[in-house]
């Protein structure tokens, strides 16, 4: 698809094709990025983690401080590099030296109060006294759309004037709404593209008055090089698979019954499923031998279930760490994997029919629908036409990074994969330092 402002910024580049590792979603995916290492390595292993000791479930609120080894900013920090990094959900307390990601205050009433952390801790007041409030709604949820980019967009272009940071890292998630949710290749997924590479071009004239003056020309006339990064492809799915009505109906994940609706029972259960897109980490009592096992049987050869992994065989994705599951669930191509456990949608928890990211124990891409008749999220899985996460096997699933400097990537037609990323960053930052 022609995206004039993009093309234009990478005139003079050159494109590879970039593979995710399995998982293909966003925090490990990004965690790849910034390392150079695996989620056996770093402890990544899901937009989420289930804590055993605690029988906690963490989605969506994790520190920087569970990325187990250091990332670019550290790296970079004894050349001088100056960075800064603007809305990538492990960024909260990181090394870089300029940070900007929503941070609501979950008030006592369970409301909340739009924030945002940044770094300098003041920042937030002057990005809120220009901007207004980071447009949360638009962020996650039925509405969902280009405003919370835009408002990433604007934020990043005022701090790189006040800062001037040698390397900005920017989060743009507007591609992953439409394609998710009516698919990648509906006309709501197409006009995306057409409108973040409008929000592309206000970035690229923002950064350019930024730098402009301040830093060396590079042969193209521009003091800038860019780095574009797809992070993963949404293939369509037309398939839902429910891991842990599975479990239920084998009498090994437990319900506890409050005012007349079923909540998922850690502590009673022999095992039950974090789901993530594609896949999901089944979490087992006491991680016991023989409930692994009757894991591994039921889901082998399910519809939509391509791989199961227990023990060892997680170590073929770099999955054999101590976060993961017991099992590992890897969806078909088409297929995805919601969480939910009851049969009777009348006793679905009361979260289930709300924008709520943090008590659901797993990913809900339903949440960018909305139902009328109940002004809520609606409970019908198969509305999800899009998803991503398993392991790249074809094209479909091969994204794309773009480099408007010819010497950061490879020559066509070499892949990149994501662990890449972390090394044409430090050396093209440190590159930059020394001249």
Request: proline share 7%; with cysteine.
């Amino acid at each position: 698809m022609v995206m004039p402002n993009l093309q234009e910024l990478m005139q003079d580049g050159r494109t590879a094709a970039l593979a995710a590792s399995f998982p293909a979603v966003t925090w490990p995916v990004q965690a790849n990025m910034l390392t150079g290492e695996l989620p056996a390595a770093h402890g990544v292993i899901s937009n989420g983690f289930y804590w055993r000791q605690t029988e906690q479930v963490e989605m969506w609120t994790a520190g920087n401080d569970k990325i187990e080894r250091p990332q670019v900013w550290d790296i970079m920090r004894s050349s001088g590099v100056t960075t800064a990094v603007w809305f990538p959900m492990l960024s909260k307390g990181c090394g870089a030296d300029y940070i900007c990601m929503p941070a609501p205050v979950h008030n006592p009433d369970g409301s909340e109060s739009m924030w945002c952390y940044t770094r300098p801790k003041e920042l937030y007041g002057e990005l809120l006294a220009t901007l207004g409030h980071f447009p949360l709604q638009h962020f996650w949820g039925p509405l969902a759309g280009i405003a919370s980019t835009d408002w990433i967009v604007d934020s990043a272009v005022m701090a790189a004037i006040k800062y001037r940071p040698d390397f900005f890292m920017l989060y743009l998630p507007h591609l992953d709404y439409a394609a998710q949710k009516l698919g990648p290749d509906s006309d709501a997924a197409r006009r995306a593209v057409v409108e973040l590479d409008q929000t592309l071009g206000r970035l690229a004239a923002g950064m350019r008055e930024a730098y402009d003056g301040h830093q060396q020309q590079y042969p193209d006339g521009s003091p800038l090089r860019w780095l574009v990064a797809s992070e993963y492809v949404i293939t369509p799915v037309d398939h839902v698979s429910y891991p842990n009505r599975e479990l239920r109906d084998w009498g090994m994940l437990q319900v506890a019954t409050r005012d007349g609706r079923e909540y998922l029972d850690f502590n009673a259960s022999q095992a039950w499923s974090l789901v993530d897109h594609q896949l999901s980490h089944v979490f087992c009592s006491d991680s016991d031998a023989s409930v692994i096992e009757r894991v591994v049987a039921g889901f082998s050869g399910r519809e939509g279930i391509a791989e199961v992994l227990a023990g060892a065989d997680r170590g073929k994705y770099a999955m054999d760490h101590p976060r993961s599951g017991d099992v590992i669930l890897i969806s078909q191509p088409n297929s995805w994997q919601a969480y939910y456990w009851w049969h009777d949608d009348a006793l679905a928890p009361e979260f289930a029919t709300t924008v709520d990211i943090h008590r659901k124990p797993g990913y809900d891409p339903v949440e960018l629908h909305f139902d009328p008749a109940t002004r809520g999220i609606p409970l019908d899985a198969t509305l999800i036409k899009g998803s991503h996460g398993a392991p790249v096997a074809s094209s479909a699933q091969t994204g794309v990074v773009l480099s408007s400097d010819p010497q950061l990537l490879p020559p066509s037609p070499a892949q990149v994969r994501d662990v890449d990323i972390a090394g044409i960053i430090v050396r093209a930052c440190t590159t930059l330092i020394s001249e």
